[in-house]
């Protein structure tokens, strides 16, 4: 299934993920693929204001509000400007990393003066190499201990090769929540992990660390768990056999009728993709077993499928 927006755009989403982000590296790692395996084709122009017509996993989406517009002289570095990095970074394998480059570009250019757009740029490029650093990075061997432990040492690894690309001040500025909301999850680990802690101690201490915590993060965490309950209330809904309608009445309680109308839009495009995937691949086995040459699955694929729309195949071949 295709990754959804969130409501309101991805922001919120992207805030809480962050701390996930910092200790396992998954999320930044899997994003950039090796050079020799990037797109070469030349970037398409697309609208900054409009995601959804850069890439179909981007509609109902917004960058609105995600990093502050400004028309200073000069960058002010925020968290803001590396989810929305991340806004279009996920659609990787949608679109080229040059394609994606090219579009974040054209956005920045739209928010920031000149010399800010191209500050705005550079932080870009080493963001995207920081990236690439974190994929390249060899994982380091499985040791003994406490998950929380191992984790806390993936985190320093992370550090260590971010410090390679942003000082000590840029870190503060760009991943300063996400680094602190990563250190709470870690300070939750831990005590959930804790052997010598009764159930009341351990209770005890987990609001504690609950309460310590800034107030954007239990907005962000809240936000996130706001989702995942309305996701799980659908899922509910549909296997008692509640209908569209049921569902968008739902969803429109729980955010706006205009977020219920983008994730039904958002439902019946996943469906005919399904659909279209399903025939696919009915086809493909027909093909396979008629002892086809390769060319044929080629020819298939071109046939039912666009260039874009072929890079996430693989997947649902296996």
């Given amino acids: 299934m295709r990754p959804r927006p969130r409501f309101g755009g991805r922001g919120a989403g992207v805030v809480l993920g962050g701390a996930l982000v910092a200790l396992v590296g998954v999320a930044l790692v899997r ?41 200073g002289a000069s960058l002010v570095l925020e968290p803001g400007l590396i989810r929305l990095f991340d806004h279009y970074l996920t659609t990787l394998g949608e679109r080229s990393l ?5 579009q974040l570009a054209r956005e920045l250019a739209q928010r920031y003066a000149p010399a800010a757009a191209r500050q705005a740029v550079d932080v870009l490029d080493r963001y995207i190499a920081f990236r690439e650093a974190l994929r390249a990075a060899a994982p380091a ?8 432990d191992l984790l806390r ?28 909301e990563a250190a709470d999850a870690l300070s939750r680990m831990a005590v959930a992990q804790d052997p010598a802690l009764d159930a009341e ?13 800034p ?11 706001a989702i995942a309950r309305l996701d799980d209330a659908v899922r509910q809904a549909r296997a008692r056999g509640a209908s569209d309608d049921d569902v968008w009445h739902l969803r429109a309680a729980a955010t706006s009728p205009e977020a219920a109308n983008r994730l039904a839009d958002l439902d019946r495009e996943e469906a005919a993709w399904q659909a279209r995937i399903a025939d696919y691949l009915a086809q ?15 020819d298939l694929r071109g046939r039912m499928f666009t260039a874009t729309e072929q890079r996430r195949l693989a997947a649902y071949e296996r």
């Avoid at 077993?289 to 080629?298: L, M, R, T, V």
């Fill in 215 to 225: 107030a954007e993060v239990r907005a962000a965490r809240d936000a996130s768990t």
């Fill in 98 to 102: 040059e394609e994606i480059r090219a």
């Fill in 284 to 298: 493909r086995r027909q093909v396979l077993a008629g002892g086809a040459a390769p060319e044929a699955i080629a």
């Fill in 201 to 213: 101690t351990r209770r005890r201490r987990l609001a504690e660390i609950e309460a310590s915590e």
């Fill in 31 to 71: 994003a950039v693929p090796a050079p020799s395996q990037q797109a070469t084709a030349a970037p398409r122009p697309a609208s900054a204001s409009a995601p959804g017509s850069f890439a179909p996993s981007l509609v109902g989406t917004t960058t609105e509000g995600i990093a502050t517009a400004s028309a």
């Fill in 141 to 148: 061997p499985p040791r003994g201990g406490r998950g929380v």
């Fill in 153 to 180: 040492e993936r985190l320093r690894a992370m550090r260590a090769i971010r410090s390679r690309y942003f000082g000590d001040a840029e870190a503060r500025a760009l991943f300063g929540p996400a680094d602190r």
